[in-house]
Structure formats: C-alpha cells, structure tokens
C-alpha cells in the first residue's frame, strides 16, 4: 500500500525504495510469480517517472520469470511489457512480442487472457497514431469475456475516447472509476484520472467541474518527485 501511496503522490523515487527493501528482505523467500510481481510493480514506477526503457527492462524480467516458471496463463504479463516498448518507441518489438503472445494463446486455447492482449494491440496503434485502430482495440479488450478488470486498459480506453472525441464515453469511464475505487490505490493511474477527467469536463465544456478536477490534481502533486 505505502507504494501506491508514494505513486499516487507522484514520489517515484520513494516508491523505488520501498521497493528495494521489500527485495532485499524478502526476494529470494518469494515464489517466481510474486517476484515477478515485484518487479513488475517497479517497471510501472519507472513507467510513471518517464523512464520507459528502464519500465520495459524490469518487465520483461518479469515476462522471463513467469516463462521459467510454467506460470500457468500464457500472456506472462505481457501486455505491460508491450506497452513500455511501444512508449519507448520501440514499435516493431512491441508489435514481435504481441504476435508472439497471440500465438501463443491460440495454441493453449487460453481466453483468459484476449482482453489483454487487445489492450496491447490499443496501445501499439494509439504510438502508431492510429487512433480508430486504438478506439477498436480498447472497445475489443472491454468486450472480451471474461470482462477485462485492468485499470490502466480502462483509462487508456477513456483516453482513447478522448482522442476520437467521444466524450461522453470518456467521462462515463472516468467517472467510474472515480467512483469504483480510491484514486490513491488505484496502482499504477493514481492521481492521473483526476487529470483525464478533468480533461474530458473541459472538452464537454463543463469548466467548472473541468477546474475541480485540476486543482485536485495539482494539489496531490504539490511536491511530487518532478
């Protein structure tokens, strides 16, 4: 939870060490999936402090430990992998690893895990600037069955809502998660929805609601890392 919170306040650094601690203690103790989970938690803190290359380093060790492990879903948290690629610019690979894990849950019949990978394939073509593919992509995940709970495939789904100017659907999106969760343990968006959401209150027009959402944002971030 104190990671989150340190997230949340946009202290990035504090939340690496947290992190680093929680290693050093406890790392080799943990079964292959939680480590995998550690540093999956740090790729998204990196992620979040822009430093791309540095999130899909730390991801894809994850992706290789779960693969070393047999960890029964193919997707190997994948998508979060792909998605640090794609924002490193890295398209061509993103777009290797997505083929890859297609592949691959076609061939163990998997659909556990269809909603993530079309939210890998929205955030490959929301790099390319494609931005219907993105919308279709984002509308696949959200259709998939079993329904996709990812958080962060549902914000960028608003955001994709955004870029197409369906801005209904974008405050709908945002407004419930808003409402769903407590943005400070919303891992990995934190105080970002308040941001998007505002966004989307200004686009529809509502400015006032539009400033609420801003300043709320600001002020969580008064004394973030950057």
């Known amino acids: 939870a104190s990671v989150s919170v340190a997230m949340y306040q946009g202290k990035f650094n504090a939340a690496l060490m947290q992190l680093d601690r929680v290693g050093d203690i406890v790392h080799e103790a943990l079964p292959p999936e939680r480590q995998a989970g550690l540093h999956n938690m740090r ?3 990196q ?3 822009g430093n791309y290359q540095a999130a899909a380093d730390e991801a894809h060790e994850a992706v290789e430990m779960l693969r070393r492990s047999n960890f029964d879903a193919p997707a190997f948290g994948r998508q979060d992998y792909i998605y640090f690629l794609a924002q490193s610019g890295l398209i061509g690979k ?3 690893v997505a083929e890859d894990m297609r592949k691959d849950m076609e061939q163990q019949r998997d659909s556990s895990s269809v909603g993530l990978y079309w939210c890998a394939r929205g955030w490959i073509e929301r790099m390319k600037g ?7 992509a984002f509308e ?3 259709k998939s069955k079993p329904h996709i709970e990812a958080n962060y495939c549902r914000l960028m789904f608003g955001r994709a809502c955004l870029d197409a100017n369906r801005l209904a659907d974008a405050v709908s999106t945002f407004e419930r998660l808003e409402s769903e969760y407590s943005a400070e343990r919303l891992f990995p968006i934190g105080a970002h929805l308040y941001y998007y959401l505002g966004l989307a209150y200004e686009k529809s027009g509502w400015s006032d609601k539009a400033i609420v959402q801003y300043e709320t944002f600001l002020s969580i971030l008064n004394n973030a890392d950057h």
């Open 94 to 96: 993103a777009e290797e």
């Open 43 to 45: 790729a998204w803190v």
């Open 47 to 49: 992620a979040a402090a």
């Open 130 to 136: 494609n931005t219907a593919a993105s919308l279709q």
């Open 140 to 142: 696949s995940a959200a």
